[in-house]
């Protein structure tokens, strides 16, 4: 298990960003929409279809709602879903596509039932039954949007082909998650590795190399899905504990991972795996991104499309958005507004980065948009 030792980082000392505004670009509250009064858990912009950048959807309680962004700042509803089991409380969603490009949102939560909804048609696509407990965080497979995978309070992370509805590989088992599992990413280019991290304190590195024609065998399986060979994948390639408490969000910079545990911060880090000693490696910390008042957990932060921007909400309903890629890390601004007092549980920011959305436990959602200075100033 690769374990931070004191000090490490490059240079054996990490950047850390100062909470000094750049400026470099400012937003101001357009609109504020509030759903009701049940918590929203997660809200994410469609990055899968170029044609719906512009549409992004949200969770809370039973009920998961698709919505569109309009140029004069406001938000338009374009359908909602309210699940049947009206003690479900959903968690989190992920956009994905069937093989005939239609787009596809995927949520779930409390009930442990992932449910599939049909964005074309406005109706439940699917239902997948497998988890023992709530799911956490739903992630799809950019490169092949058909996947997605899902993170669970079982103690597992498991692989699901959207298009067949069959369970192609559970991670799980001697070398898995010892608590829930809170968060999941895709390797952006690498198609076979995943990362995982949860309440045992730990970020997990995953490949399924071995494991790939399972994984192209669902596409063309034609019998029941409960009847596909599904498979454990026990042992990870790489098991690092770069923080003292939970892990509730993870994602992939490239080579390089961002994590947040409940310590005011966010990491940048570099795992470096041993190809020949599967479970063994070392950590290199590179930046750390400050968030003050962050910390409880689940909260979510999010970025653009080319990861140049990141957004982080906290539990005093602020808003820290960072320049991901500068060294040392830059606070591009902080957000606030007098209407929002209570924590952000997710953030989502657009393809340009020039929107970004809140939403958390007041049940609305926020709406900041980049202020054109020169029209400012007109």
């Known amino acids: 298990m690769a374990r931070l030792g004191p000090g490490q980082g490059l240079g054996c000392e ?35 279809d170029a044609r719906y ?11 998961v709602t698709t919505y569109r962004g309009l140029p004069d700042g406001n938000l338009a509803v374009l359908q909602a879903y309210i699940d049947a089991d009206d003690a479900q409380s959903f968690y989190t969603l992920s956009w994905a ?46 490169l092949k949007p058909s996947l997605f995978i899902s993170a669970s309070k079982d103690e597992s992370v498991r692989l699901w082909n959207v298009h067949t509805g069959i369970c192609i590989l559970i991670f799980a088992g001697g070398g898995g998650h010892r608590n829930e599992v809170l968060s999941v990413d895709f390797h952006p280019s690498d198609i076979y590795r995943i990362a995982s991290c949860g309440m045992d304190n730990t970020v997990k590195i995953w490949s399924m190399k071995e494991f790939w024609p399972y ?65 063994e490696g070392s950590i290199d910390v590179l930046q750390k991104y400050p968030v003050p008042d962050c910390d409880i957990w689940f909260i979510k932060f999010s970025c653009d499309f080319h990861f140049n921007q990141l957004a982080i909400g906290n539990r005093e309903g602020k808003i820290y958005v960072w320049e991901v890629q500068a060294s040392p890390p830059v606070l591009i601004t902080r957000l606030s507004s007098p209407q929002c007092k209570m924590p952000i549980r997710q953030t989502a920011v657009s393809f340009d980065g020039s929107t970004i959305l809140a ?9 900041w948009d980049e202020v054109e200075h020169q029209a400012a100033k007109n």
């Open 97 to 142: 596509c069937d093989l005939d490009g239609t787009p596809l949102l995927v949520a779930a939560g409390s009930n442990a039932v992932i449910r599939v909804i049909n964005c074309a048609t406005e109706k439940l696509f699917k239902s997948f039954l497998g988890h023992g407990d709530s799911i956490n965080e739903i992630r799809t497979q950019p």
């Open 215 to 279: 994984v192209e065998k669902s596409f063309t399986w034609t019998d029941l899905p409960s009847k596909f060979p599904t498979k454990f994948v026990q042992f990870p390639l790489m098991t690092s504990v770069v923080h003292s408490n939970y892990v509730d969000c993870t994602r992939w910079l490239g080579d390089f991972i961002l994590s947040k545990s409940v310590d005011n911060e966010i990491v940048l880090w570099e795992p470096k795996i041993k190809e020949q000693g599967p479970g």
């Open 359 to 367: 939403c958390g436990e007041d049940g609305s959602i926020y709406r």
């Open 14 to 48: 990490a950047a850390v960003g100062s909470l000094a505004p750049s400026r470099s670009r400012e937003y101001k509250l357009c609109s504020k929409h509030t759903e009701g009064k049940r918590p929203l858990y997660a809200i994410g912009f469609n990055f899968i």
């Open 53 to 63: 950048y512009d549409v992004f959807a949200t969770v809370g309680g039973n009920r």
